[in-house]
């Protein structure tokens, strides 16, 4: 398991047990579960993701629905510029099927 993992889950059991995301809290849980992390990547990983609420971030989801919309709607317009784009070229097409240029004439 690599030291990030090691980090990750012991943030994960602390926040769950609701106790605080120090470097000393991380060092323990690693060592307990028999892994060796180095105390510097602890201090950072505890700094980092310390003073966040871990149980906000895993619930809150609201900014993927508002991104995906955002992507729909620009999809849905270029999907309209797409559709006028060969109206325009299958009205260039019949003007010359109309004056007897076709290919197959």
């Known amino acids: 398991m690599s030291t990030e993992s090691a980090l990750s889950f012991a943030t994960l059991i602390l926040a769950d047990a609701e106790i605080e995301v120090t470097s000393e809290n991380l060092l323990k849980l690693a060592s307990a579960a028999g892994y060796e992390v180095e105390s510097i990547f602890a201090d950072i990983y505890a700094k980092a993701i310390g003073s966040q609420d871990i149980a906000a971030l895993l619930s809150n989801f609201s900014a993927a629905p508002a991104a995906s919309g955002a992507v729909a709607s620009g999809a849905a317009a270029g999907s309209e510029a797409a559709a006028?784009?060969?109206?325009?070229?299958?009205?260039?097409?019949?003007?010359?099927?109309?004056?007897?240029?076709?290919?197959?004439?």
């Open 84 to 105: 006028e784009e060969e109206k325009e070229e299958s009205a260039a097409e019949e003007s010359d099927d109309d004056m007897g240029f076709g290919l197959f004439d």
